[in-house]
């Protein structure tokens, strides 16, 4: 058993997220809406698959305060497999025409591809949302990019 004292702090539990001129610290909180672009999504059944019909919707999720927009283009769970090429396809044109529309908007995009994640953030994203938990560890590398 070590002797040493503990810092009062452990190191990163003080760190504070900073994305898009907007600061996230210990305690703070945000709303992020989900946008998918799925045409199978198991929440909205593929209501937001269309390009616009995905624009639109994060527009109105703004509007309504959402903080972060999650945009995904492959659906959680089982269903027809999906290429990086197709899920950039999905993704990578609703997150530059966000963008667009909302410049200080913070846009997340959840996938769990390194060659769409470098995509994803040159058209704007500012945030990668890998809920498949680091399957390609060049995510991170992008990430810290």
Same mark, same amino acid.
């Given at each position: 058993?070590?002797?040493?004292?503990?810092?009062?702090?452990?190191?990163?539990?003080?760190?504070?997220?900073?994305?898009?001129?907007?600061?996230?610290?210990? &305690?703070?909180?945000?709303?992020?809406?989900?946008?998918?672009?799925?045409?199978?999504?198991?929440?909205?059944?593929?209501?937001?698959?269309?390009?616009?019909?995905?624009?639109?919707?994060?527009?109105?999720?703004?509007?309504? &305060?959402?903080?972060?927009?999650?945009?995904?283009?492959?659906?959680? =769970?089982?269903? +027809?497999?999906?290429?990086?090429?197709?899920?950039?396809?999905?993704?990578?044109?609703?997150?530059?025409?966000?963008?667009?529309?909302?410049?200080?908007?913070?846009?997340?995009?959840? +996938?769990?591809?390194?060659?769409?994640?470098?995509?994803?953030?040159?058209? =704007?994203?500012?945030?990668?949302?890998?809920?498949? &938990?680091?399957?390609?560890?060049?995510?991170?590398?992008?990430?810290?990019?």
């Amino acid at each position: 058993m070590s002797t040493t004292p503990m810092p009062a702090e452990a190191p990163g539990l003080s760190a504070v997220l900073r994305l898009r001129g907007r600061a996230f610290g210990p &305690g703070d909180f945000a709303v992020m809406a989900v946008v998918n672009r799925t045409p199978d999504s198991f929440y909205d059944r593929g209501s937001t698959y269309a390009f616009s019909a995905a624009v639109d919707a994060a527009s109105r999720l703004i509007e309504e &305060g959402a903080d972060i927009v999650d945009i995904g283009g492959v659906k959680a =769970g089982p269903g +027809t497999e999906v290429n990086p090429a197709e899920e950039i396809r999905r993704v990578a044109e609703v997150v530059a025409a966000v963008r667009d529309r909302h410049p200080d908007v913070i846009i997340s995009v959840d +996938t769990w591809r390194s060659e769409v994640a470098e995509v994803v953030a040159e058209a =704007g994203a500012d945030l990668l949302n890998d809920t498949w &938990g680091g399957v390609d560890p060049k995510l991170a590398e992008v990430a810290a990019a």
